[in-house]
């Protein structure tokens, strides 16, 4: 009916408009139920580390800028060039420690290959940003801890891992003497399902187990 309308009406508007019910009344008669929806995205790198900072991330705005660390170029023959300052994923201030987290939607947490795990570039730059901390702000050297925050299935996983958040290890550099805590940096896995469910909530008990979690690499035997 609607197409016989459309067919024989030259008024521009009735057009359009018969045009219009007819793509809602198709769309109505493919739609399936809601439960077979998906979505998704090629990006889930920038998901990972938006929900992480969510979570944890509780230093924002200028007092998180304040702690990027930055350059200038002193140029000889023309003025000064400040360069664009390296920016930590997320900053974690809890029970008075500083905790940087740096989210990587990596998988070693779901494959046996080491090679997926952080780089030296990686590992370098958190040491630089915990040492703008250290000297710059002059924080208790015992009280700023780094991290790699990186996901896995707690189901079944291979680790033997019973809860949403654990530790897999630390990554050090081989140029530095590592006597600071924030050369140490602590490798964190957490439950994907979990954080996707949970990241907004912002939990209070969710900081406290990630804080327990990183500093238990200086605890253990």
Not at 82 to 93: G, I, N, Q, R, V
Not at 171 to 191: P, S
Request: with cysteine.
């Amino acid at each position: 009916m609607l197409n016989s309308k459309i067919s024989s009406t030259f008024n521009d508007k009735k057009k359009k408009l018969f045009g219009a019910m007819l793509e809602i009344i198709m769309e109505e008669g493919q739609r399936t139920s809601a439960s077979n929806f998906r979505f998704g995205t090629n990006t889930f790198s920038s998901v990972w580390e938006k929900m992480v900072d969510k979570a944890f991330g509780n230093i924002t705005g200028a007092a998180k800028k304040d702690m990027f660390p930055r350059a200038t170029w002193n140029l000889e023959f023309e003025t000064d060039i400040k360069k664009d300052p390296l920016e930590p994923d997320s900053l974690m201030d809890y029970a008075d420690k500083i905790y940087v987290l740096d989210s990587k939607y990596y998988t070693y947490g779901h494959t046996n290959s080491k090679q997926t795990l952080p780089a030296t570039a990686d590992i370098n730059k958190q040491i630089t940003y915990a040492e703008v901390l250290d000297n710059k702000h002059d924080k208790d050297v015992n009280s700023i801890f780094n991290a790699f925050i990186m996901p896995f299935d707690m189901e079944g996983n291979r680790f033997g891992l019973t809860a949403p958040i654990g530790r897999i290890g630390e990554a050090v550099g081989e140029w530095r003497l590592n006597t600071k805590n924030y050369e140490k940096i602590q490798g964190i896995v957490i439950d994907t399902r979990y954080l996707m469910y949970n990241y907004w909530r912002k939990s209070a008990a969710d900081k406290e187990a990630l804080a327990n979690c990183i500093e238990s690499g200086f605890t253990t035997p």
